[in-house]
Each structure stands twice: as structure tokens, then as C-alpha cells.
């Protein structure tokens, strides 16, 4: 690797990164080069990363967005390498959390309490560039796109200053990258977004780790009946799921993988399960004393979504959209269903104002107040991406953590 240069101007950073060339085929591990960061841009080392399912829905080619090629990641703790001009929050060797949603403090979105949706970069960011219009990577003599603005499945990226918040270095910084999306997300849709009051009732489509963040923040608020669905019937209990995945990955499991019944849940519905196909709406609102106080759909289906919904409680049930749902895909329900009282939500990265409110999480994590353990199913060599990527697509993973950098140490 090369970088740096006698007169103490960032230079160009010869680096691996996995490229995805194109959707719906494996990364490969490149050299890359990461140009410098210009002004308003930080360069950061990259030293865990974790995988979102929305990486993999970009990589399946379903993201409006989606361009290629791309180095995706957004879910990641970094150390500052070199800062542009005029940046003033972080310097060098200080420990950052990349955010898919800035925060400029400038833009009305920003100067509104009810929004997190800082727009400051988004356009740009969404063409998978920085706001010049031009990207910061080249493979192969070629420019490779950003993603999310976080690129983290790099050992270096270039981020914008808004989209950075500096962490205290005594976090364990192998886990609180988790930060970056999922368990914030599941969590602040809870506390942000719904505002789940306690002795509410609740159910949550989608165990993956965002689900999981979901009943997490239910069991704390003190919603007395948490509800878990999901078509995989292994992410219920600790065990099934779990001792395939320690006699198959032996070398990488961690021992510490708890389920829906762990997180808090009370009850636990397999769709499959449902006999004579009744309509899981259905079955929902008969069993469940009318249907739910609050919903959640954290799978990213647009089937599920109406599911939700329409399980929500006739006269004052809210239902939040969290899953991402693919190209062309559209949302439906009777008007009627909102005309007699259910809310229809959605929320991006939990409502968090991203860089007031994640150094306070990594703070909770700190003080033990919030664990994520738990949502941690395995930790892979940066190199073993396209593994992680099965994994998760097979349904036999939670968060998987990638150590991008051969100096990252992990915290026990
Ligand atoms: N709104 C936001 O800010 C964010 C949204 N997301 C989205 O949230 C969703 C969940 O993300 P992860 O937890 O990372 O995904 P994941 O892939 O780990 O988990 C998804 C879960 O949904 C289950 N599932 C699939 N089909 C189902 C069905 N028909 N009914 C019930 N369960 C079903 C799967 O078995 C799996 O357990 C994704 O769509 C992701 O793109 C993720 C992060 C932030
Ligand atoms: N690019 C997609 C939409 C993707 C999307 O909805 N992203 C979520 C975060 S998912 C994180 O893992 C989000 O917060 N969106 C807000 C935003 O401004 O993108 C499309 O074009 O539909
Ligand atoms: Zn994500
Ligand atoms: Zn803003």
C-alpha cells in the first residue's frame, strides 16, 4: 500500500476492496486505488464491516438505484486515515461510524424535528458518487461507484464530514459498526418512529437482525405481547438454527446467537403453519384480540406489508414499514382499512438524526445498557464476503462481521 507524501498531503491509496462488477454475481477482491479526500471529505480505514440484507438486494440487482460497478457496505467502524480541507469535526486517528444519512445541521430536512431525512447529499449519494459528481475508487483503470455513501466492504473509503460521527475508542468497535443500520433501525422504529407505549401489543414480521432490533426495543419499552413472524421457523429458538451453523462453520461461530424467544418475544407464528391457507390477516386479528397496537414489517415484502397492516388494530393500530422492497414493487390495502383507524408508516435508519444520535447508542453499549451480542452470528476474514453473503441468503445467519483490516483487534 502507498500513501502519503513528503509534504504531508494525502496521496493516493493503493488498497483491496470487494467490487461487485455487476448484480447478481460474486465480489471479487481487487487492488483498488482511493483517491485522496477532497474538500468537505474525510478518508477513513475501514476496520470492521458488516452485511445488511440490503446489500444483498442491491447486489441482487433489485435497487432503483443499483449501479455497477459498485463496492457496497454500510454497516461499519473506521478509524480516520486523512481529512480534506476545511474539515474540522474529526481528524486523524480518530474512530468514526460512517452514516448512510448524514446530517449537514444546514438543510430544512435537518432544521425539522420530525425528520432524520437530511437531503443534503442525497441526489449525489444516490448516483453513487460524492457531490461532485465524481467518485473517489478506481479498479482495474476503471471508476467504481459508491454506495450509500459508506462503500465500507474497502479497506479504505472516502465519505463525506456529515456523514461521519466520531465514537469513543473505548467502544468495542467489532460490534458497535452495527450501529451503522440494522439494530439502530429495528430500535428506533420502535422508540422513534411508533413510539410503542408500554403495555402495548405488538407483532414483528422478519427476524433478521432489524426484527430482532425491533423486539428488543418492544421487550425494553414494556409492550406486554410481542408477536415474531417469519416463514423460517429456526429463528425462533435458540438451537436448530444454531447447530447447523456450528457443524457447517465451525471455525467462525461465535457462541452467542439468541432468537425471537430470547429478544423478548411471547409468541411466534409460522405462516406455513396456518392450517386451511386462512389469510394470515385473518388468523391474526381473531387470535390476537382484534390484531396489534403496532406492527412492524421488517422482511421487505410488499405481501407482508399489507399483512401488517391489516393485523393492525381497527380504530388506532400503527403499522411501520422498515423492509426494503424491491424495483416496481407496490404497496396495497383496502382505503377502508385506513378509514377505520390503522396508521400506515415507514421509517429510514430508526428516525435517528444520524450523528446527535449514534455516538449516544455506542455510548449505551458502552454503559451495557444496549447489547448487541446477540444479533451477531459469526465474524469472517474480509475475504470470506461471498460466504457471508450465502450465508445470509440462505437464512443461516444474523449479522455477519467482517474484519476488514489485518490491524483491527476484537474486542471480547
Ligand atoms: N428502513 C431502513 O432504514 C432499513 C431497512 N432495512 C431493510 O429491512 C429488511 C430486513 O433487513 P435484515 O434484518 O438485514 O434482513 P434479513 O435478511 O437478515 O432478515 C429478513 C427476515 O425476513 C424473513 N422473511 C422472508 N420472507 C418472509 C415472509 N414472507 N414472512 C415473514 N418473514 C419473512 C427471513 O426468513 C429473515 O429472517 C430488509 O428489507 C432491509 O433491506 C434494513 C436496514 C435499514
Ligand atoms: N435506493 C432504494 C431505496 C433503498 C432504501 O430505502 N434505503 C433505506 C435504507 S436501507 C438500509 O439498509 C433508506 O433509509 N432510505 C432512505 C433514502 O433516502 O434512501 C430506492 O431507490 O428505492
Ligand atoms: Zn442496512
Ligand atoms: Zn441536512
Not at 459508506?150 to 479497506?155: A, I, K, L, R, T
Amino acid at each position: 500500500m502507498s500513501s502519503g507524501n513528503a509534504s504531508n498531503v494525502p496521496g493516493i491509496i493503493t488498497c483491496k476492496a470487494a467490487v461487485a462488477w455487476k448484480a447478481k454475481k460474486p465480489l471479487t477482491i481487487e487492488q483498488i486505488e482511493v483517491m485522496p479526500p477532497q474538500k468537505g471529505e474525510v478518508r477513513i480505514k475501514n476496520l470492521f464491516s458488516a452485511l445488511c440484507h440490503t446489500d444483498a438486494y442491491t447486489l441482487d440487482g433489485l435497487d432503483p438505484e443499483g449501479i455497477f460497478p459498485v463496492i457496497l457496505g454500510h454497516e461499519a467502524t473506521g478509524i480516520v486515515e486523512s481529512v480534506g480541507e476545511g474539515v474540522k469535526s474529526v481528524k486523524p486517528g480518530d474512530y468514526v461510524i460512517p452514516l448512510y444519512i448524514p446530517q449537514c445541521y444546514q438543510c430544512e430536512y435537518c432544521k425539522n424535528p420530525k425528520t432524520n431525512l437530511c437531503q443534503a447529499i442525497r441526489v449525489t449519494q444516490g448516483q453513487g458518487t460524492m457531490p461532485d459528481k465524481t467518485v473517489r475508487y478506481k479498479c482495474q483503470g476503471k471508476d467504481v461507484y459508491h454506495f450509500m455513501g459508506c462503500s465500507s466492504f474497502s479497506e479504505y473509503s472516502v465519505v463525506c464530514e456529515i456523514s461521519l460521527c466520531k465514537i469513543e475508542s473505548s467502544a468495542p468497535l467489532d460490534k458497535v459498526c452495527l450501529l451503522g443500520c440494522g439494530i439502530s433501525t429495528g430500535y428506533g422504529a420502535v422508540i422513534n418512529t411508533a413510539k410503542v407505549e408500554a403495555g402495548s401489543t405488538v407483532a414483528v414480521f422478519g427476524l433478521g437482525a432489524v426484527g430482532l432490533a425491533v423486539i428488543m426495543g418492544a421487550k425494553q419499552v414494556g409492550a406486554k405481547r410481542i408477536l415474531a413472524v417469519d416463514m423460517n421457523s429456526d429463528k425462533f429458538e435458540l438451537g436448530k438454527l444454531y447447530e447447523e451453523v456450528i457443524m457447517t462453520y465451525a471455525s467462525n461461530i461465535l457462541v452467542i446467537f439468541l432468537l425471537a424467544k430470547q429478544f423478548g418475544a411471547t409468541d411466534v407464528l409460522n405462516p406455513k403453519d396456518l392450517k386451511d391457507k386462512v389469510p394470515a390477516q385473518q388468523y391474526l386479528v381473531e387470535n390476537f384480540d382484534g390484531g396489534f397496537d403496532y406492527t412492524f414489517e421488517c422482511v421487505g415484502n410488499v405481501e407482508v406489508m399489507r399483512t401488517a397492516l391489516e393485523c393492525a388494530h381497527k380504530g388506532w393500530g400503527v403499522s411501520v414499514i422498515v423492509g426494503v422492497a424491491g424495483a416496481g414493487q407496490e404497496i396495497k390495502t383496502r382505503p377502508f382499512q385506513l378509514v377505520t383507524g390503522r396508521t400506515w408508516k415507514g421509517t429510514a435508519f430508526g428516525g435517528w438524526k444520524s450523528r446527535d444520535s449514534v455516538p449516544k447508542l455506542v455510548q449505551q453499549v458502552i454503559d451495557g445498557s444496549l447489547k448487541l451480542d446477540g444479533f451477531i452470528s459469526h465474524k469472517f476474514p474480509f475475504e470470506q464476503i461471498n460466504e457471508a453473503f450465502e450465508l445470509l441468503h440462505a437464512g443461516k445467519a444474523l449479522r455477519i462481521i467482517l474484519t476488514n483490516s489485518t490491524d483491527a483487534s476484537i474486542s471480547s
